[in-house]
């Protein structure tokens, strides 16, 4: 595991679209793993950025997003399927039907499951996979658990997810109880793992996932397993990690 420290939110975002831009540029029909939160969401603006300005081409990118509320159509604003479509989709050149989110209005949702693996697998792997920190330890939405969930499968959101993610809608009696979330098993199997972290809150949280036991009750922890994963922390992130892990110069 790789430690990268920026000052700041913005430093974090910048050395995150150089990573993606690198990968793209190399492999122009990668298999990009996109992540929801407000973390992603300056990492983004650079993609969108950088398409702007000529210098990235998206348009054989495949992306599979980690997670969808259960129960929400993807014309809901508080969709991640709208999410990405606002803050990425909708402004480059991916085309539609390269762009994969789990249904979360699904008739069968362990069979949805199911469907989003195979996908993914026909794909050949994700490539990159970009995850955001939950409070306690959340990626995607494998919650704190008695196991390592191994594929896409379906969850319920424990009341501090809930609560933290309250504040996109209008109350927190209007936020799903439930949802599809890729699980342990399979975002470990992408060649590459970045995952952003920001501010104070999340100092530590992170040091916990990245120093502590390999444990389903703080899901980060898995990352631990994986050969070649970024963390990527501005410095009040970072702040307690970086006294166990030296961050690396890149
Ligand atoms: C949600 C998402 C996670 C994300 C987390 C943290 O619960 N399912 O993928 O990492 O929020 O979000 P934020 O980046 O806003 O702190």
């Known amino acids: 595991m790789k430690l990268i420290v920026a000052p700041d939110y913005a ?10 831009a690198d990968e793209i540029r190399r492999n ?5 793993g996109l992540a929801t939160g407000s973390t992603p969401v300056g990492l983004y603006q650079q993609l969108i950025r950088r398409y702007q300005d ?15 509320y259960c129960g929400l159509a993807g014309d809901h604003p508080q969709s991640y399927r709208w999410f990405m479509q606002k803050n990425l989709f909708d402004h480059v050149n991916i085309p539609p039907q390269q762009t994969h989110i789990p249904s979360g209005i699904a008739d069968d949702p362990e069979e949805e499951c199911r469907r989003y693996d195979a996908l993914i697998e026909s794909c050949g792997g994700i490539d990159i996979q970009l995850l955001g920190i939950g409070h306690n330890g959340h990626i995607g939405f494998n919650e704190p658990d008695d196991h390592f969930p191994v594929g896409s ?3 319920r959101l424990t009341d501090s997810t809930i609560q933290a993610n309250s504040r996109f809608f209008a109350s927190e009696d209007e936020v799903p109880t439930h949802a599809i979330t890729m699980g342990a098993g399979s975002i470990l199997k992408a060649k590459k793992i970045l995952l ?6 999340k100092a530590e949280i992170l040091c916990r996932s990245m120093t502590g036991p ?7 922890s898995v990352l631990q397993l994986h050969r070649d994963a970024v963390i990527l922390a501005d410095e009040a992130a970072a702040s307690l990690l970086c006294r166990i892990i030296p961050p690396s110069e890149e």
Do not use: Y
């Open 11 to 20: 430093g974090i975002c910048e050395k995150a679209a150089n990573i993606f």
């Open 214 to 220: 390999v444990t389903p009750a703080v899901p980060a």
């Open 28 to 32: 122009p029909a990668c298999v990009l």
């Open 54 to 68: 000529g210098t990235l081409d998206l348009s054989h990118v495949q992306t599979f997003n980690l997670d969808e």
């Open 153 to 155: 499968h379906l969850t």
């Open 196 to 201: 952003m972290a920001s501010g104070q809150g």
